[in-house]
Structures are given as C-alpha cells and as structure tokens.
C-alpha cells in the first residue's frame, strides 16, 4: 500500500447535529514522560526548536506547539498517520532496494534491511492497509456505538443515514481530482504510467474519454462489489494505487449496516460477540479488508466497555494486563514484516525468522496474497494494543496529528510525485555524485538518505496543500449537497 486508504476524517459531523466523530475533547496531560538524560533534552530541545521552526510551519502547514486541541479519539489520527507514513516509506523505499522477499530468499536477497523486525520499518504497507480499515471501522462506528450504551438509539438512524449519502464523496472526489492531474501529465509525456497497462490514447479528447471510462468503473458500485467485499486488489488505470478506494467505500457500508442491525440487541456483551463472530467468518472466508474493518469497530466497542466501568488504561493507572498487551503488540509489529506470498516462489522459498508465521497460514482460504492473513492480524492487534499501552500518547503528538491530518493526501499524492518528479531526482543525485545505482555502498545510502528527507518534505507540502485545497473541500461539499437535498425534500413534503 499501500496500500491505504483513504482517510475518514475524524472530524466529520453527523448529520442533523454539531456533534463530531471526536466526542467529549480533552487534553492530555503528559507529566511524567519528562526524561532528565542529556540526550534526550537535547533530542526534545532539537525537535522543539525544529517545530518552532517559522519556515517549517509554513512550508509543510505544520501545527505550532500547544494549537492543537486533543480529544479522547484524537490518537487514532496519529496511528493513521503513522500507517501512511509506512506506505509512503514502503513505495519510496521500493526505488532504491529490493526488499519485499523474506532476508536470505535467494542468493540475492540479502540486504540488511530484510531482516526480520528492520523489514516491519521499510516494508510494512501491508499491515499498514490494515491498520487503516481497522481504524476506519473503530472511527465509523465509535459514536454510534456511545449511543447504543446511553440509550440515544433514536439518533443512530439519522446519522448512519447522512454518512451512507456523505461517504461517497468524501472517498471519490479527491481521486477523481488527482487521477485527472495524472491522466494530463501522462498525456503530454510529463510522467511515465503509473499503471502497468497504461497505453495512451491518440488525442487528448480520446485520453478524456477513455479517463471518464475508467472512473466509472472505479466509482460505480455496481462494478466494485464483488472484488471489494472479497478484498480483491483491482489497480485503476491512472493510479494503481488507489485500489484501497472501493474497498475502503464498501467496508464502510458493511459497517453501518452491522450499526442498523444490531441497534436493538439489549447487552453490550452479545453485542460484541456477534461482532467478534462476524469478523472471524469474514476472515474464514478469505474477506480480510471486512475482518479488519468489523474488529475496529469491536475494538471501539471494547474501548467504550472500559470508559462505562472507568477501567481505561492510563500512565497513572496502567491496565493489569500490560505484559500481555506488551507482548501483543510486539508480536504483532513482527509480523507486520511478513513478506509477501502473492508468487509462487515466495510460498517455498526460505524464510528466516518467518517460517513458523508462514505456517500458521490456511492456504485454503480465498485470497490472492495469503500475506494478508497475517497483516491483516497484525494490523488489528497493533490497534487493540496501542489502546491498551502509554504508547497510544506517542501518537497525540504534533508530529503524528499533522501525519494524520495529512495522511489521506499523502496516500494520494505520494506516488504521482515519485513518478512526476522523484524518480528525476534520484538520477540528478546520483549523476551528481557518480554512485552507482543499486549498487549498495556507504556512498549510496547517503545519497538516499538525502534524496528521502528532501523528497519527504516537498511531498508532505504539496499533501498539506491537496488536504487544504481538495480533500476538506470536498468534505464541505458532501454536508453542503446533503442539508441542499435535505431541504428540496421537505419542500416536496
């Protein structure tokens, strides 16, 4: 991915209300992290000076310290955004090493950063996607799910309703901007396809044409049932990247139909159970894109049982499970390295330190890469530890917000500006230095080291902008369109 995904804002109002998906703000207190060690005050003096920074704050539209206001859901923004950050650092890395097969595959793979657990940093898009469904499935559902437990069951039907007509919108119009952008570009020879198909047309008006062709069967849900509810990777013409789109667009319906249907169960309990049943005869049948999105909204679930018995994990008050939440998440970003076997070779070459991970897969299952099966665990254990873990503030900082807020754009707009401009710079880099491509010297990684952080800053730039100028725009249409149809039809009636 990652694979992604399209980011469901947390911000985002139900209809009929001002009410948003972030319920009862609060902001954190964090005393106690403060370490005295001379390294790390001058780590965070660093980074402070560094956010402080006038020039960053403008380029990259970074928050200044303390502007943010957080809420008691405000750090599934920062997991998001640390997820699209593991995608972007997946395809970016994938220009200057091969690192997809397991560490020692072959005689060939043998790079450091194969290495089980160093692989999880630079090879996790996988997982990635599935910790964006997983967080989709807690955020679509958290606030109807509040509402089952306090008894406002009558406010659920009018806000699964508005986000049904909402969704649609929200997730298709930023690509429909970009893939347009892309369809131009590729056109007049600005970038190279960024699909493996791609065959241009012979005039622009015929280019046009085949685009509004190919949007179509990337929108219309006629088209993508089948291969979305199956989790099926379906790679649009002028982005193949944004596969997770109609998947993301169907996940979401699966939810709010489980909200509909289980609105009336009395127990919570039985509630969550039905829930737990669903997500694992999902997965039994090979729909990993539903598993993950049915255990985030189990998670949410589980979540809001804590805050009813006053039982949430704290710094103060550390759950009494905290090795075993520990070990959790630990298992589970080992395994978020797991390399993929969408080839034949890979399900019998060797895999040092995944050989007992890649047992544990039933092969019999409907999948196209049976990876999924353990991203997919990976990805909702990660969710469900971090929850239960003082690790959850490390993503209600400044830096993991700003990748949350940014982390759809970025998604989009990431592999459009390898094509357009990064795959340029690269080469320039390397001209300049007389490095050998792929050829894995001191001198090299430098060279990637310095391509990764330049590159990295102009991208999530250019993300902030698409964010500002596309994707919360977008947002406002979707409520704007809605309360427009909402009062044509009380006029009618």
């Not at 001379?38 to 402080?52: G, K, N, V």
């Not at 970003?333 to 047992?359: H, I, S, T, W």
């Not at 592999?415 to 001209?431: Q, T």
Request: proline residues 5%; charged residues 15%.
């Amino acid at each position: 991915m990652s694979p992604t995904t399209p980011r469901p804002s947390i911000e985002e109002k139900i209809a009929g209300g001002d009410e948003s998906y972030d319920l009862e703000a609060q902001t954190r207190s964090y005393e106690g992290l403060n370490s005295t060690s001379a390294i790390d005050t001058w780590s965070r003096s660093f980074l402070d000076r560094l956010e402080e920074s006038p020039v960053i704050q403008k380029f990259l539209s970074y928050p200044a310290p303390g502007s943010l206001e957080l809420k008691s859901t405000s750090w599934l923004d920062g997991v998001r955004g640390v997820a699209a950050l593991g995608v972007y650092i997946f395809h970016t890395m994938g220009i200057w090493a091969s690192l997809i097969p397991a560490w020692h595959a072959d005689t060939h793979q043998n790079n450091i950063f194969q290495l089980p657990l160093i692989r999880t940093i630079f090879v996790s898009g996988g997982a990635a996607v599935a910790v964006f469904f997983a967080v989709s499935g807690y955020v679509l559902t958290y606030k109807s799910l509040k509402w089952m437990r306090t008894g406002k069951k009558d406010k659920i039907y009018p806000a699964v309703a508005s986000s049904m007509f909402r969704r649609g919108f929200r997730l298709y119009l930023p690509p429909v901007v970009l893939t347009f952008c892309e369809m131009i570009a590729t056109r007049f020879g600005f970038t190279p396809p960024l699909n493996f198909s791609f065959v241009a047309e012979p005039t622009l008006s015929a280019q046009f044409v085949d685009w509004l062709k190919d949007m179509h069967g990337f929108i219309n849900p006629l088209y993508t049932f089948q291969t979305a509810m199956q989790g099926i990777i379906v790679h649009p013409k002028y982005d193949a990247v944004l596969w997770t789109i109609p998947i993301e667009f169907w996940g979401s319906f699966v939810l709010y139909t489980l909200l509909l249907l289980l609105v009336r169960i009395p127990s919570n309990r039985l509630r969550m159970l039905s829930v737990a049943i669903y997500a694992i005869l999902s997965m039994k049948m090979g729909s990993w894109n539903i598993f993950c999105f049915s255990s985030g909204m189990l998670i949410a679930d589980f979540n809001l049982d804590q805050e009813e018995s006053n039982t949430v994990p704290s710094l103060d008050r550390p759950s009494r499970f905290r090795l075993i939440w520990t070990t959790i998440f630990a298992v589970a970003f080992y395994a978020a390295g797991f390399p993929a076997l969408v080839y034949d070779e890979a399900k019998q070459n060797p895999m040092p330190g995944f050989e007992v991970l890649r047992a544990i897969i039933p092969m019999e299952l409907a999948m196209e890469d049976h990876s999924r099966f353990i991203w997919s665990l990976s990805g909702v254990a990660l969710l469900a530890s971090i929850s239960q873990l003082p690790i959850k503030g490390m993503f209600e900082t400044n830096f993991c917000q700003y990748l949350g807020k940014i982390s759809f754009s970025l998604y989009l707009v990431h592999e459009f500006c390898l094509i357009l401009f990064g795959l340029r710079f690269s080469k320039l880099l390397m001209a300049v230095t007389g490095v050998v491509p792929k050829s894995g010297t001191l001198m090299y990684w430098i060279v990637c080291a310095v391509w990764f952080w330049t590159f990295t800053a102009v991208v999530c730039a250019l993300a902030a902008q698409v964010e500002k100028r596309v994707d919360a725009p977008s947002v406002r249409f979707a409520r704007a369109l809605e309360r427009r149809c909402l009062k044509v039809y009380k006029s009618m009636w």
